[in-house]
């Protein structure tokens, strides 16, 4: 194999939790993906797409026309900008995580450094090692007096400041955050924008693909970052978690040309496309998801309220077990803390999904209790580099994009078992 693939030839987090859980029957609140199927405007505008628009064969490279206006249009509103234009502010991708490879392909050389704060999300560091960059990482520390995920988990700006080199040529910055579901508030975001700008040849790749998982508006909004740093911000998202249609992998890249051409150049060589079906089904989704709907002003209100109820069902659940859960602002998934919990610690086990001995805590307290509770987690050490798999021991990441049926019976699991 390549030398770009050193380390990466191996099986990842999902593909040891997610077979494990099913051979158990666990209730698997590991991987993050709904367990809804999309609301039915979504299947509607799909079968709309295939039937009667004419969306089947190649779509423009950058973009799917109808899907980047609807984007243009949503992006001038969300960041109050008027510049943003179709053909030339946006791409689209299979995925947040193609649109991601893209702009990584696009913007780093051999031995460029791309900063990312850990925990994080388990694509970007291996991303950025085939994109021929080196990764620097910057902890998220916890805060003992915090109330929630946004507080407990700290960026520290003198650290992320310190880490920024002459080699800088991106920062990977996740809100809402997977896995803690903090969100960066406006002040902390400022701080960034404030340091970055100092660096003009910084790029900073806004992953916000939980923008519409937001529990309190008012108290902790989600702020992009493109509307505080927009000459140096790429902000991706896809459509995945806001739909519940993962599968269908249409994501998107939106910012100043300068940026998004680095995706759209990598793009047309890579996959020239992206399905046009699945964009066409998307165009037509965000439009509707801005009307009313349930009872509520929009779409996207329902979505909000719909996962903040799960997120009570899977607070108990935890608390049931014994466990602290580090309540999320945003996103689905909730870290708890797991240290009152005893078990069978095997330390010298090993699994080739994580290449570093001893097997970390939160690795084998992940497996006893897919095996012996029947409910599965991620260990959040996957999200962390190897000096920092010690921060992650005493934690466990549990999703509920899930029915509440599913998320009772682990509740159920939790309080027959502990
Ligand atoms: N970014 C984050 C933070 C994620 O949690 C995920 C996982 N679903 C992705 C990107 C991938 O998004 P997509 O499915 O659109 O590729
Ligand atoms: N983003 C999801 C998670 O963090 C799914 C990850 C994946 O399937 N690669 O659970």
Request: some cysteine.
């Amino acid at each position: 194999l390549a030398d770009r693939l050193q380390g990466l030839d191996r099986p990842t987090v999902w593909h040891e939790f997610s077979p494990l859980a099913a051979q158990h029957q666990a209730i698997n609140l590991g991987q993050g993906y709904p367990e809804e199927d999309p609301p039915a405007f979504v299947q509607n505008a799909m079968h709309a797409a295939v039937y009667q628009r004419n969306a089947n064969q190649y779509a423009r490279s950058a973009a799917h026309m109808p899907l980047a206006h609807v984007l243009a249009d949503d992006y001038n509103s969300k960041l109050q900008r008027t510049d943003i234009v179709a053909e030339t502010h946006i791409a689209t991708a299979v995925g947040c995580t193609h649109a991601l490879y893209c702009a990584l392909m696009g913007l780093i050389q051999a031995r460029d450094e791309v900063i990312l704060l850990e925990p994080a999300f388990d694509i970007y560091s291996s991303q950025v090692q085939m994109a021929g960059g080196k990764a620097v990482y910057v902890p998220l520390r916890p805060s003992s007096d915090a109330s929630g995920a946004s507080d407990y988990f700290q960026l520290d700006l003198e650290e992320f400041e310190r880490a920024i080199t002459p080699q800088t040529k991106a920062f990977i910055l996740n809100t809402p955050h997977n896995p803690t579901g903090k969100i960066f508030s406006q002040t902390e975001l400022e701080g960034i924008a404030e340091i970055v700008r100092k660096h003009p040849r910084i790029t900073v790749i806004a992953d916000e693909v939980y923008e519409y998982l937001v529990f309190d508006k008012t108290k902790e909004p989600h702020v992009p970052m493109a509307s505080l740093l927009w000459d140096q911000t790429l902000t991706l998202s896809s459509a995945g978690k806001t739909f519940s249609c993962t599968g269908w992998k249409v994501g998107w890249a939106v910012g100043p040309p300068h940026l998004v051409q680095a995706v759209t150049a990598v793009q047309q060589w890579v996959t020239f496309s992206a399905p046009t079906v699945n964009q066409d089904a998307i165009a037509q989704a965000l439009v509707q998801a801005r009307q009313p709907y349930q009872g509520l002003p929009s779409y996207y209100d329902y979505l909000a309220d719909d996962y903040h109820q799960k997120q009570q069902l899977l607070v108990e659940a935890l608390q049931a077990a014994g466990m602290t859960p580090i309540v999320p602002a945003g996103g689905f998934f909730i870290m708890a803390d797991t240290s009152a919990i005893e078990f069978p610690y095997p330390s010298m086990e090993k699994t080739p999904a994580m290449p570093v001995t001893p097997m970390p805590r939160d690795w084998a307290l992940s497996r006893w209790m897919t095996q012996t509770v029947g409910v599965t987690a991620i260990p959040p050490s996957a999200f962390y580099s190897p000096e920092n798999v010690p921060l992650a021991q005493n934690l466990l990441r549990f999703a509920y994009c899930k029915n509440a049926e599913t998320l009772q019976e682990a509740h159920r699991r939790f309080a027959a078992y502990f």
